[in-house]
């Protein structure tokens, strides 16, 4: 069974930057469909981005030109890089592992505080 474990989130004024990085278990990383949702109490979970396993790339509008995904097979890692962060931003962001014929894996999700 895949694991996740996120890290790097916390608090940051507006305009700043923060890079999570979503850390997996196992063998199989590089043919993973990697991505990052965030989800505020009250609010549906919302996908930011993800990125295949042939590195193709996909993100939410609000985000594109400020966020960018990738990721690190030889390290089974998948980070976010954020810029510009807003204080709307303001949400748990968690990191998931998709493939075929795999249950969608979550990680245990990272605060990230946009605030001055």
């Known amino acids: 069974q895949v694991q996740l474990v996120e890290s790097g989130g916390g608090l940051v004024q507006p305009g700043g930057s923060l890079r999570l990085s979503c850390a997996a278990s196992?063998?199989?990383?590089?043919?993973?469909?990697m991505g990052w949702y965030r989800q505020t109490p009250g609010k549906q979970r919302e996908l930011v981005a993800r990125?295949?396993?042939?590195?193709?790339?996909n993100y939410v509008d609000s985000v594109k030109g400020r966020f960018t995904i990738s990721r690190d097979n030889a390290k089974n890692t998948v980070y976010l890089q954020m810029n510009s962060l807003k204080p709307e931003e303001t949400a748990v962001y968690y990191c998931?592992?998709?493939?075929?014929?795999?249950?969608?894996?979550w990680g245990q999700g990272t605060q990230v505080t946009v605030s001055s």
């Open positions: 990125i295949g396993s042939g590195r193709i790339t």
């Open positions: 196992g063998s199989s990383f590089s043919s993973y469909v």
């Open positions: 998931y592992a998709d493939s075929v014929g795999m249950r969608t894996v």
